[in-house]
C-alpha cells in the first residue's frame, strides 16, 4: 500500500563482542550465607546494647591489615566493627516477649534476609571451643549431665548466676529455681545434690524452699498451711473442711463446759462466739478465706520448737480447747498475770496445787478470800503450828454453837460445855499482843473499755483520763476499745472523759 509507514528500532552488537544481563549494583548482590561473628563493645563493657537489644559484632574473617584506611573500624573488637545488629528471639511482643541478650566476648551466628548481605541479623549462638557449654551448679561436664537442661545466666562483672535447671534422670527428676546468693531456692520433685557425674544422692522429695539469708511467706487475702493430703491435685486450692470441723466441734464442747460453768456459779468461757465466728471464715462449699487468715492445719500434730523463745501475741484473744488434756511443763517458774480476774473450774476431777520445797502464799490485798466445800475442810500442819490472825476478831461456828473472839471471848452454846484437863487456872486478864500484818502498799492497775450502745468494742475513740493529782492521759481506744493502762502508786479516783463528739453513743463498760 502506497500510504502505509513502518518504523523500526534496532540494538546492534559487534559481533566479537559478548552479550551480558545488565547490572545493578543495589540488586544484583552475591548470595551470602551464615556466618560466624564475636559481639563486641566499648571497652570495659559486658554487655552492650541499644534501645531495641540490636548488638554490635566483629565478622571472624576481618583482618586489621584490610582496614587500616578506617581506622581498623571492622576488626578493632570493639563497637567500631559494625553498625547494630537485629537479635532474633523467640518471643518478641509489644513490650512483653523474650530477652536473652548476647554478651561481648560471646560467639553468634550471623545470618541474612533473603541473603542480603545488608541486611544480617544474629540467627543464634554457639559455644565454639574456647566456651565449654552450660555448667549447672558451677560443676559437672557433658555428656556426664546431658540429663540436665535449662537456663543459667552470669552476674553482671560477678561471678554469681540464677539458674533455672530441670533434671530428667530417670527415677530422679526435678526442677529448681535457684540464685547463686543466698543458695536461695525453690526445688520441686525427687530432690538430689548437684550433679559431678550421670548419679547424684538423694536428698528428699517434694518440695523444698531455702535460703541462707532471711525469707518471707506473704498472701494478703489469706494463708492455709496443711499436711492433709490432696492427691495428685485433685482438690480446691484452700479446702479445709477437716479444720472447719474441728473447729466447730471445739466449739460445741466448749459451749457445754460454759453452760456447765455457768450453773456452777462460775465464769462461761468467754471464746466460744469467737471460736464460732472464725469457723464461719472458712467457706466449706467454695474452699476460700472470707478474712485474710493464716491457718495451720494438720492431721497428725503440729510442734513448735526453738532454742530461745516463743512469744504468742494477739490484741484480741489467745484460745485453746483440746479433746484431751491441755499440760504445761516449765523448768523454772510458771507465772500468770490478768489484769480481770483467774478462774478455773474442775467438773469431775478437782483442783490440787502443791509446793513441794517453799510456802504457799494467798492473799487478796482489796477484799476478802472465800472458801467453800459442799463436805469438811481440812486444815492441817504436819510438823508446826497454825496461826489464826484478825485485827477485828475471829468467829467460829458449829452446829448451834459459836465461839466469838475479838476485844472480848463470848462462846454460845445451848448445851453443856465440857473442859478437860489435868489442871485449870484462871489468872487476871492479860491483853493479847497481835503482830502486825505485813501488808504491802501494791500499785493499782486500771484500764477502761469503750463500746457503743450494743455493747460492740468502740475503736479509736478519743478519750481523756484525769487523775487526782490533776494529771492527765490523753488517746484513742485499740480494736477491742481499750484505753491505755494506767498505774498508781496506791487506790485513787480517776475519770473517764470521752472526747468524741460522739460521746452519747457511747457506753463505758463496767467489767473493765
Known amino acids: 500500500k502506497q500510504d502505509e509507514r513502518q518504523a523500526n528500532h534496532l540494538i546492534l552488537q559487534r559481533r566479537h563482542v559478548a552479550i551480558i544481563p545488565e547490572y545493578h549494583p543495589k540488586q544484583h548482590k552475591p548470595v551470602v550465607h551464615p556466618q560466624r561473628a564475636k559481639v563486641v563493645g566499648p571497652s570495659g563493657e559486658e554487655i552492650h546494647v541499644d534501645a531495641w537489644g540490636r548488638i554490635k559484632v566483629r565478622f571472624l574473617f576481618t583482618r586489621v591489615e584490610d582496614h587500616s584506611h578506617d581506622s581498623g573500624a571492622g576488626s578493632n573488637d570493639n563497637d567500631t566493627d559494625s553498625a547494630w545488629v537485629d537479635v532474633l528471639t523467640p518471643w518478641a511482643g509489644e513490650g512483653y516477649g523474650m530477652r536473652l541478650h548476647p554478651r561481648i566476648d560471646e560467639m553468634v551466628v550471623i545470618d541474612f534476609f533473603d541473603g542480603d548481605i545488608d541486611r544480617p541479623f544474629v540467627l543464634g549462638r554457639i559455644h565454639e571451643g574456647q566456651r565449654h557449654p552450660v555448667q549447672f551448679d558451677q560443676i559437672g561436664q557433658l555428656p556426664e549431665t546431658k540429663v540436665l537442661s535449662g537456663i543459667k545466666t552470669k552476674e553482671y562483672k560477678g561471678t554469681g548466676y540464677n539458674q533455672l535447671r530441670f533434671n530428667d534422670t530417670t527415677g530422679q527428676i526435678s526442677s529448681q529455681l535457684h540464685s547463686s546468693h543466698g543458695a536461695s531456692q525453690l526445688n520441686l520433685g525427687k530432690l538430689s545434690h548437684p550433679k559431678k557425674s550421670a548419679d547424684s544422692a538423694e536428698r528428699g522429695e517434694g518440695f523444698e524452699l531455702r535460703t541462707d539469708q532471711w525469707g518471707a511467706l506473704r498472701a494478703g487475702q489469706g494463708l492455709l498451711i496443711s499436711t492433709y493430703a490432696q492427691s495428685q491435685a485433685t482438690g480446691q486450692h484452700l479446702e479445709s473442711s477437716v479444720a472447719k470441723q474441728q473447729f466447730k466441734s471445739s466449739h460445741d464442747n466448749s459451749q457445754v463446759l460454759s453452760e456447765v460453768a455457768k450453773n456452777q456459779q462460775t465464769d462461761p468461757i468467754q471464746s466460744v462466739e469467737q471460736l464460732k465466728?472464725?469457723?464461719?471464715?472458712?467457706?466449706?462449699?467454695?474452699?476460700?478465706?472470707?478474712?485474710?487468715?493464716?491457718l495451720l492445719s494438720s492431721p497428725d500434730g503440729i510442734g513448735l520448737s526453738t532454742a530461745q523463745d516463743i512469744h504468742l501475741c494477739a490484741n484480741g484473744q489467745i484460745n485453746q480447747t483440746a479433746g484431751s488434756s491441755i499440760n504445761v511443763s516449765?523448768?523454772?517458774?510458771?507465772?500468770?498475770?490478768?489484769?480481770?480476774?483467774?478462774?478455773?473450774?474442775?467438773i469431775q476431777g478437782g483442783i490440787k496445787a502443791v509446793s513441794a520445797k517453799e510456802k504457799v502464799e494467798i492473799a487478796a490485798h482489796n477484799n476478802a478470800i472465800s472458801v467453800l466445800a459442799r463436805l469438811g475442810i481440812d486444815i492441817q500442819s504436819t510438823e508446826d503450828k497454825i496461826i489464826l490472825r484478825s485485827k477485828k476478831g475471829i468467829e467460829l461456828y458449829g452446829g448451834t454453837s459459836s465461839l466469838k473472839i475479838d476485844e472480848k471471848i463470848e462462846l454460845k452454846t445451848p448445851a453443856q460445855i465440857e473442859l478437860k484437863a489435868a489442871q485449870h487456872a484462871f489468872l487476871k486478864g492479860e491483853k493479847a499482843e497481835q503482830p502486825d500484818i505485813q501488808q504491802e502498799n501494791k500499785p493499782s492497775y486500771l484500764r477502761f473499755k469503750i463500746a457503743d450502745l450494743e455493747g460492740k468494742p468502740a475503736k479509736n475513740v478519743e478519750y481523756m483520763i484525769f487523775r487526782a493529782d490533776g494529771g492527765q492521759h490523753i488517746g484513742v481506744t485499740d480494736a477491742s476499745g481499750h484505753t491505755q493502762m494506767i498505774q498508781t502508786e496506791a487506790s485513787e479516783k480517776v475519770s473517764l472523759h470521752i472526747s468524741d463528739k460522739n460521746a452519747a453513743k457511747f457506753q463505758v463498760c463496767d467489767e473493765d
Open 277 to 294: 465466728a472464725f469457723a464461719a471464715q472458712l467457706e466449706q462449699d467454695i474452699a476460700k478465706f472470707n478474712q485474710a487468715l493464716l
Open 330 to 346: 516449765t523448768q523454772s517458774d510458771f507465772i500468770a498475770h490478768a489484769h480481770g480476774k483467774i478462774s478455773a473450774l474442775a
